[in-house]
């Protein structure tokens, strides 16, 4: 079965530096999709980030950027001059069978002022 | 253009009542995905329509159940609520095809009481 592991529970930050979360993740497919969410405290997922593995080239938007490791199977993500409004969990989701999105378990992000 | 919208945002029921939850998807969106989100058990997938079908279901009971209806919109129906049926019940909608991203709503907090 496909599984999604975060070893990171919490990570905290200063404001303007940079951070990095991890996500690994099991998969015997050879072509997926997996993707970034974010959970501010309204607790609406937001997409953050999305990489197709076909593609070499890490994906990124704005401050956000992945590194994409296929052969080790894993997918961070990191947030380059982190802001106050960074503050949220963060999830990392690979679908299952085409659709179905199988989720770690979060990282709690802390932006300190 | 309106995103996935969820209706009640909040809903206390008692403890063997029935709970009737709303969604409508994204514009163009013919997928519709519910997701449970129960307080430090993360996001557990309950179940995916498409077509106005139910292709996929996660591991909950019967008394979990739902429909698509014709417009794409769905309802979510919890029988027989338990305590442990409160969460933040997540909606999701994609365009239905394999690979794309799915696009979450506010969710709608059920307590059982």
């Known amino acids: 079965a496909q599984t999604v592991t975060q070893s990171q529970p919490e990570m905290s930050v200063q404001e303007a530096e940079t951070v990095t979360l991890s996500c690994t993740y099991d998969t015997s497919e050879s072509d997926y999709y997996l993707f970034w969410y974010k959970q501010p405290p309204s607790r609406q997922m937001i997409l953050v980030i999305r990489q197709e593995a076909y593609k070499q080239q890490n994906a990124t938007e704005n401050r956000f950027s992945v590194n994409f490791q296929k052969a080790a199977k894993s997918f961070s993500l990191k947030i380059s001059d982190s802001q106050l409004g960074d503050a949220a969990m963060y999830f990392c989701a690979y679908p299952q069978g085409a659709q179905k999105l199988v989720f770690g378990q979060g990282t709690r992000l802390t932006i300190n002022p | 253009e309106a995103g996935v919208t969820q209706s009640p945002t909040h809903l206390i029921k008692t403890r063997g009542q029935q709970a009737t939850l709303r969604c409508s998807p994204i514009s163009g969106h013919t997928s519709v995905y519910w997701y449970q989100q129960a307080l430090g058990l993360g996001l557990q997938f309950l179940l995916w329509?498409?077509?106005?079908?139910?292709?996929n279901r996660g591991n909950f009971p019967p008394r979990f159940s739902g429909r698509q209806f014709p417009n794409y919109s769905s309802e979510l129906n919890v029988n027989a609520l338990e305590l442990e049926d409160s969460a933040l019940y997540l909606c999701?909608?994609?365009?239905?095809?394999?690979?794309?991203?799915?696009?979450f709503g506010e969710g709608s907090w059920l307590t059982v009481v």
């Open positions: 329509y498409d077509e106005g079908e139910e292709r």
């Open positions: 999701a909608s994609s365009p239905g095809v394999s690979g794309n991203t799915i696009y």
